[in-house]
């Protein structure tokens, strides 16, 4: 049988090492501890772990035996995704019963707003030799106009998009909702419920009689729960467009006629978002 590569005489003292003072089975005791810990509180970092390691347990074990320990247990450090304390998780029960027992997917219209400005069409990303900062000038403040994106959303894509300067208000919102109003079909139909987030906006007195005097419904999300609006993502999408265009929407900004310019390139940017994307994010959110 042929011989493998001769391990280092550095290497063979480092396995050594290891477990002479960390043998596996002192890692194991102290494991469903590890455990426990990052059950509580996820964001800890190794030297607090360690820290309540030696308070509670009365054991000193040095960092990199913890990080090997969690590393072991199929742990890795990863972003923290932050989900708000207000959120109701009987509301959002609620709210799935509801939807799912009264409405199909393909009546459902999701309107959800987002802003964006020249700033928005940065890459966030770039090329650089390793050991040197990949850099490039750009303007840190917004200084031209703001832009608000309004869209409607449904299996068939975007039904409907308002672009104003600045933020909507009521009265911008009920133009949006008249104009998305003629694009819908009274209930039970294909996009037939308007489901909106819970901004105060939404729910000024004329909206829903609006909505109810065409034949059509109107739901509202529970509170802080984007993650059941197929539009979320759908921004993400817009915005990375902006970002692989982002020559075409800065010269925008600078042309003579900038309005005009800007509201043509966010309608590419809305209108990228084809059917075949709604139905995932569709799926995504639960709907289907």
């Known amino acids: 049988m042929p011989k493998g590569k001769p391990i280092s005489v550095d290497l063979r003292w480092a396995i050594v090492r290891m477990h002479t003072l960390f043998p596996l089975d002192t890692l194991a005791a102290y494991t469903g501890f590890l455990h426990g810990c990052l059950d509580l509180s996820c964001d800890q970092y190794l030297d607090e772990l360690q820290q309540t390691l030696a308070e509670t347990c009365g054991r000193y074990v040095s960092l990199s035996t913890i990080w090997r320990a969690l590393k072991r247990s199929g742990y890795t450090m990863m972003k923290l995704t932050r989900k708000a304390i207000e959120r109701s998780a009987l509301k959002r029960a609620r709210?799935?019963?509801?939807?799912?027992?009264?409405?199909?997917p393909y009546q459902l219209v999701f309107v959800d707003e987002s802003s964006c400005d020249r700033r928005t069409s940065y890459r966030g990303k770039a090329w650089a030799i390793i050991g040197q900062r990949a850099v490039r000038k750009a303007f840190f403040c917004a200084r031209k106009t703001v832009y608000s994106v309004l869209p409607a959303i449904?299996?068939?894509?975007i039904l409907w998009v308002d672009i104003v300067e600045g933020s909507f208000n009521s009265e911008s919102f009920e133009q949006f909702i008249d104009g998305l109003l003629d694009r819908m079909n009274p209930f039970p139909g294909p996009n037939s419920v308007i489901v909106m987030d819970n901004c105060k906006i939404h729910k000024g007195e004329n909206i829903r009689q609006m909505i109810e005097a065409r034949g059509m419904r109107c739901l509202y999300l529970p509170p802080y729960s984007p993650d059941y609006n197929p539009m979320e993502p759908g921004f993400s999408k817009m915005k990375a467009h902006m970002r692989r265009e982002g020559h075409r929407f800065r010269s925008a900004t600078e042309s003579s006629d900038e309005?005009?310019?800007?509201l043509a390139e966010l309608h590419k940017a809305v209108f990228s978002i084809t059917p075949q994307d709604a139905q995932g994010w569709f799926r995504h959110s639960g709907y289907i």
């Open 95 to 104: 709210y799935t019963f509801h939807v799912g027992l009264y409405y199909l």
């Open 154 to 157: 449904s299996l068939d894509g």
């Open 259 to 262: 309005k005009a310019a800007v």
